[in-house]
């Protein structure tokens, strides 16, 4: 059972690997000419396993002790995983113990493989999306670590290596830019970003998290508001009453 999941799973993790290993040689890289030791992007890409903000928490330990700041960072850069959380709890249920992995180690590209595989039917579902977490995860690490050890002997200049997560991202934008009719969303964040970046300088992302949201939750309310209803005059209101009483 276990090895059948895990012959199904791997194909869909391949194409996450390439990313991955290029990412986390990235991230391996930059940490060592921070100064960091082997052990620091080894145990973040392990005990974090948040990409992203794996880049940030860098320059968040090269920064001044403020836990609330790193605290709102964290939950707005990593906030959709709530709603990933969520979407997930049914195909997550009566998975046994492997239900707080799968909760731990899901990414963007987890959610998206778990979320979207068409699994077959002799396989089981929870060993699967187990083995599909786990292999991502293990990219990660694997290429977080080989930048790590590279970066002890290998020296280069690696201004603007941190720029790599927000490559991806970019390039994630644009995908979802050309593939979406709908690009109402994607213009809200740009608009509320560049609107945070001129009123809040390099502290925009927090106020920019609120303020999208904030534009969604109206959006949503407006969707989702009762249609009013028409009011007729005083006549044609009786004429109308009449009318279904002589239909009865």
């Avoid at 990313?19 to 992007?41: A, Q």
């Avoid at 731990?104 to 002799?122: K, R, T, Y």
């Avoid at 534009?215 to 508001?225: D, G, N, P, V």
């Amino acid at each position: 059972m276990k090895r059948k999941a895990f012959r199904a799973a791997l194909p869909y993790t391949l194409p996450i690997a390439a990313g991955f290993l290029v990412l986390g040689l990235s991230y391996g890289f930059m940490m060592r000419s921070y100064g960091f030791s082997f052990w620091y992007p080894f145990f973040m890409s392990l005990l974090i396993f948040a990409g992203s903000m794996e880049f940030v928490t860098a320059n968040l330990l090269l920064s001044s002790f403020n836990p609330l700041y790193a605290f709102l960072l964290t939950l707005t850069v990593n906030a959709r995983h709530l709603f990933y959380g969520i979407s997930m709890l049914k195909r997550y249920a009566n998975t046994g113990w492997k239900k707080f992995y799968l909760i731990f180690g899901m990414c963007d590209e987890s959610f998206s493989v778990n979320c979207s595989a068409d699994i077959p039917e002799d396989v089981d579902r929870g060993w699967f999306m187990f083995f599909v977490t786990l292999l991502n995860q293990l990219y990660w690490v694997g290429g977080a670590s080989l930048g790590a050890l590279f970066g002890s002997f290998l020296h280069f200049n690696t201004r603007g290596i941190d720029f790599a997560m927000t490559a991806l991202f970019v390039v994630m934008f644009l995908n979802q830019w050309r593939e979406k009719k709908n690009r109402k969303p994607a213009m809200v964040g740009v608009l509320c970003s560049a609107l945070c970046v001129v009123l809040f300088g390099s502290s925009f992302i927090i106020p920019a998290m609120i303020l999208i949201l904030a534009c969604f939750y109206l959006e949503y309310r407006k969707a989702s508001a009762p249609e009013p209803v028409p009011v007729l005059p005083e006549g044609e209101e009786r004429l109308f009453s009449q009318a279904e009483e002589d239909e009865a």
